[in-house]
């Protein structure tokens, strides 16, 4: 639940932050970058629950930032206004696979990856 939690506030803050940084990335509205952040969240979260555990947090990490490059790319074809270059879906990705690194590295250290929580 931690990872979840962490997630649903990094994720699209990097949206948000990365809309307005950017060129390669804009977003018509702001619930778009709020709402790609969470879905981002929900599946980061569910690629975590199957595959991380001590020894996978390069495999989780770099499955991280496959599926948020998809997901970011092919947003700009669901809203509205949205343009998302691959340049920029390249960069967002990268920041998420980062931010994805080091909240896996902290989830196995303190011993958080059991399925139960």
């Known amino acids: 639940m931690t990872g979840l939690l962490m997630k649903i506030i990094t994720c ?10 950017f060129r ?4 018509a509205y702001t619930y778009q ?6 879905i981002l969240a929900v599946v980061g979260h569910l690629m975590e629950l199957a595959l ?8 989780s990490t770099i499955a991280d930032f496959l599926a948020a490059f998809v ?8 809203f509205s206004g949205a343009i998302v270059t691959l340049i920029g879906s ?3 990705s990268t ?3 980062i931010v994805e690194y080091l909240d896996h590295v902290y989830l196995v250290k303190t011993n ?6």
């Open 12 to 21: 699209p803050l990097i949206l948000l932050i990365s809309d307005y940084i």
């Open 24 to 27: 390669d990335v804009h977003y």
């Open 33 to 38: 970058p709020v709402l790609v952040g969470i």
């Open 52 to 59: 991380l555990k001590p020894g996978t947090v390069i495999i």
């Open 71 to 78: 997901v970011v790319y092919l947003t700009q074809f669901i």
């Open 90 to 92: 390249a960069i967002v």
């Open 95 to 97: 920041i998420v696979a």
């Open 112 to 117: 958080k990856t059991q399925k139960s929580e």
